[in-house]
């Protein structure tokens, strides 16, 4: 009959031996570092939360736009924050992110950000979509007409 705390118990043999292989490649650290609220892009790093964006139409012909956003980064690690826009049609998409170098393990620090960023590129009369890290916005552009 096989016994709990028996030396010669195959599974608790196992079972000691996972333990200790664990351990090892986790360097003997037993704390655990909470996982960021932040996705990671396949490129290296960690994106911005978008929790608010505030379109500003710069006065100009054609139009110009700029977006207030705030909310939330991970900044454990020292790196570039980087700003990347794609536009198609009357859809842009922003990327806001911090660029960490792979194999880097930071420190667990999430802090509130304000930023403003110029959309590139102008803008025509028309509805257009703002995709900022997955935080979606509609924007309207057109002429004000009054009416008297």
């Not at 420190?107 to 995709?131: H, K, M």
């Given at each position: 009959?096989?016994?709990?705390?028996?030396?010669?118990n195959?599974?608790?043999w196992?079972?000691?031996?996972?333990?200790a292989?664990?351990?090892?490649?986790?360097?003997?650290s037993?704390?655990s570092?909470?996982?960021?609220?932040?996705?990671?892009?396949?490129?290296?790093g960690?994106?911005?939360?978008?929790?608010?964006?505030?379109?500003?139409?710069?006065?100009?012909?054609?139009?110009?736009?700029?977006?207030?956003?705030?909310g939330?980064?991970?900044?454990?690690?020292?790196?570039p924050?980087?700003?990347i826009?794609?536009?198609?049609?009357?859809?842009?998409?922003?990327?806001?992110?911090?660029?960490?170098?792979?194999?880097?393990?930071?420190?667990?620090?999430?802090t509130?950000?304000?930023?403003d960023?110029?959309l590139?590129?102008?803008?025509?009369?028309g509805?257009y979509?703002?995709?900022?890290?997955?935080y979606?916005?509609?924007?309207r552009?057109g002429?004000?007409?009054?009416?008297?």
């Amino acid at each position: 009959m096989i016994e709990p705390g028996n030396p010669a118990n195959p599974f608790e043999w196992l079972l000691r031996l996972l333990f200790a292989i664990f351990v090892s490649l986790e360097g003997g650290s037993f704390t655990s570092q909470p996982e960021p609220p932040a996705v990671e892009p396949a490129y290296g790093g960690f994106y911005h939360e978008i929790e608010s964006v505030e379109i500003r139409a710069l006065e100009s012909s054609p139009w110009r736009i700029s977006l207030h956003i705030a909310g939330h980064r991970y900044e454990g690690c020292p790196g570039p924050v980087r700003v990347i826009q794609q536009r198609e049609g009357n859809t842009i998409y922003v990327e806001i992110y911090q660029e960490v170098p792979p194999n880097v393990r930071c420190a667990p620090v999430y802090t509130a950000f304000e930023d403003d960023i110029l959309l590139e590129g102008s803008f025509t009369d028309g509805s257009y979509l703002i995709d900022i890290n997955g935080y979606i916005v509609d924007m309207r552009l057109g002429a004000i007409t009054e009416s008297g």
